[in-house]
């Protein structure tokens, strides 16, 4: 079973602000960087957002900097994705895990996902 629980997607309009949070029920992820990734129909998943192991550096695909933030708290062992100026472009399953650099990107380093959230931007 996956570690990962996903939650705080919804169906909101263009513009609008959500903030997705992943509870990870493993320990031993609270030394890993973490990451957002998302998955829109008939789409690969893509990488969204990344922290850094001690939360000191993040990174975001082009398309979503300035809108969305990463964050942590360790000690409730969630890692959250607050979401500003929601586009329609926006709308996908959002998934979170472990992650590592892989080139010029992202990649989940556990090998499996949870069940994800589903965020909806209407225009």
Known sequence: QVPLVESGGGLVQAGASLRLSCYNSRSGFRGN??????????????????ISSDDTNTYYRDSVKGRFTISRDKAKSTVYQQMNNLKPEDTAVYYCAPAMPHGATWRNSLGSWGQGTQVTVSS
């Open 33 to 50: 960087p973490m990451g957002w990734f998302r998955q829109a129909p008939g789409e690969e998943r893509e990488f969204v957002a990344a």
